[in-house]
């Protein structure tokens, strides 16, 4: 394996991103070398993707998978596969991912950024902690084992509020459903600019700027070839409009336009 080939194929990437890869990769050759299981911690979406990216060009690359701890996280941890582990297994186990779980106090409005600051406040590193899902009565948060017992016993405020944690069985959780709007639309081409003109309502020439200044991302990777082809499929975001994802893209109305069915996260 070329460990400089693999990161300079990625492109112009922070010194940040560099160390994280290169770490990465490190996990990666201890699970080849001696078929064990490794992890990294928690990715966020982009840093899975370029990840993910430098593996598929590493020829020999052991099996591995991205979990967070339920199906559909947004952050996830890298797990290298021993040959006798299957992903099934990785999935289920408790031995590295787990969830605490609080509730809400009435009327308190606690948001994702309340319980972020509090954890960033008390020094936890960024990499320990996963997806932080709030609803109207219910905070889970999802992290790595190691700092699990410290948090349930020392975190005891969030906002102005006291709160109280309690370990989460993963076995039982269901992940909450997403409320989304489907937009149907025609496009002159299914071209980057074009689909994302669609699918935040705005002028094509806007989505060219945003795409332009790298405000675009396909697959939680910045693009900045407004011709750059859309597939079904694809997930698409912009800083400051949300994202949505290509669930059907193919067909012509009588102008020659394609026919497209977005979906879009709110």
């Known amino acids: 394996m070329n460990r400089e080939r693999l990161l300079q194929g990625l492109g112009n990437q922070s010194k940040e991103d560099r160390l994280l890869l290169a770490r990465a990769l490190d996990k990666g050759e201890r699970s080849a070398r001696g078929n064990l299981s ?35 996280a947004e952050r996830n941890m890298l797990f290298f596969l021993p040959d006798y582990r299957s992903a099934e ?13 609080t509730a809400l106090p009435p009327g308190s409005g606690l948001s994702h950024r309340d319980f972020l600051g509090a954890l960033m406040g008390m020094g936890i590193a960024r990499e320990t902690i996963g997806d932080i899902l ?10 790595q084992r190691e700092v699990l017992s410290f948090l349930q016993d020392s975190m005891e405020m969030a906002g102005k509020y006291k709160i109280q944690w309690k370990e989460a069985d993963l076995s039982s959780f269901s992940p909450p459903v997403p409320k989304t709007r489907i937009i149907r639309d025609t496009v002159a081409a299914l071209r980057l600019d074009a689909v994302v003109s669609s699918g935040f309502s705005i002028s094509r ?24 082809p859309v597939r079904e499929g694809d997930l698409i975001s912009a800083r400051g409009f949300g994202r949505f994802s290509v669930r059907e893209a193919g067909g012509a109305s009588r102008k020659g336009r394609i026919f497209v069915v977005l979906e879009r996260f709110m």
């Open 38 to 72: 490794a992890h990294t911690g928690f990715l966020n979406q982009r840093e899975a993707a370029l990840a993910e990216t430098m593996l598929s060009r590493w020829e020999g690359c052991p099996r591995h998978l991205f979990f967070g701890g339920y199906q559909g």
């Open 89 to 101: 297994e990785a999935q289920a186990s408790s031995l590295v991912i787990g969830a605490l779980q």
């Open 134 to 143: 709030v609803d109207e009565t219910l905070c889970t948060l999802f992290l």
């Open 205 to 228: 020439n806007r989505a060219a700027g945003l795409i332009a200044a790298g405000q675009v991302f396909l697959g939680h990777l910045p693009c900045r070839k407004p011709d750059r």
